[in-house]
């Protein structure tokens, strides 16, 4: 069964700084992985998505690495800003089937 | 329309009752899932459409939820005899592609309360 795993649950830095999030998966049979963000009280907002033959995709502050072999993937953010503040998740879609399988998220707060 | 819709955002309902939650996904959009958010989790999966057609049923956690799509568009989750245990945000999320390679949107939610 695919388990997904966010490393940190949360994260508080201040303005300014770079980041790394985690998120690691059991079974490296997918068709991709897809980052995305919530804010308090909303849905989900797609930030990248990385298909299973690809190594990173990158959207302006964000990058995001994939290792299937692995089983990881990483999100980085450079330059953090107050703005950024929000839950971000991670979802790999499993081989197989049309699900998306979550990991529980990161809380990133960035505070001026 | 330009994203994901959903409606009620908020619904408060009684133990008992029956609630319909609605998902307007992206125009022309083939694919549509329904996800169930607990508080502090993540989205845990639901069901999934293609066109009309229900195509995998397996996260419903029990009879008492049913959803539809009749003409391929708009989709209804139905929660029948609600219990406090469905008390969650229920996400809809739609995407272009039919392969299992396309990217999802998802709606803003709706937030089911049950007292």
């Known amino acids: 069964k695919q388990e997904v795993t966010q490393i940190p649950a949360a994260l508080s830095v201040p303005e300014g700084e770079n980041l790394v999030l985690n998120c690691s998966f059991t079974?490296?049979?997918?068709?991709?992985l897809q980052w995305f963000r919530q804010d308090p009280g909303k849905g989900l907002t797609s930030l990248l998505l990385?298909?299973?033959?690809?190594r990173e995709q990158t959207s302006g502050r964000l990058n995001a690495s994939l290792d299937k072999s692995s089983g990881r993937s990483t999100l980085y953010i450079a330059a953090s800003q107050p703005g950024d503040s929000a839950t971000y998740l991670c979802?790999?879609?499993?081989?197989?089937?049309?699900?998306?399988?979550f990991g529980t998220g990161t809380r990133l707060q960035v505070f001026p | 329309g330009a994203g994901v819709s959903q409606s009620p955002r908020y619904k408060v309902a009684k133990r008992g009752q029956d609630v319909a939650l609605r998902c307007d996904p992206i125009?022309?959009?083939?694919?549509l899932f329904w996800y169930q958010q607990a508080l502090g989790q993540g989205p845990e999966f639901l069901t999934y459409?293609?066109?009309?057609?229900?195509?995998?049923k397996s996260g419903l956690p029990s009879d008492r939820f049913f959803a539809e799509r009749p003409e391929g568009s708009v989709s209804t989750l139905k929660i029948q005899r609600t219990q406090q245990e469905d008390s969650a945000v229920y996400l809809c999320?739609?995407?272009?592609?039919?392969?299992?390679?396309?990217?999802?949107?998802f709606g803003e939610g709706s937030r089911l309360t049950v007292l």
């Open positions: 979802a790999v879609r499993v081989y197989n089937t049309d699900k998306l399988i």
């Open positions: 990385i298909q299973s033959s690809q």
């Open positions: 999320a739609s995407s272009f592609r039919t392969q299992n390679t396309g990217e999802l949107f």
């Open positions: 459409f293609q066109n009309e057609a229900q195509l995998d």
């Open positions: 125009s022309g959009h083939v694919s």
């Open positions: 079974d490296s049979a997918i068709y991709n």
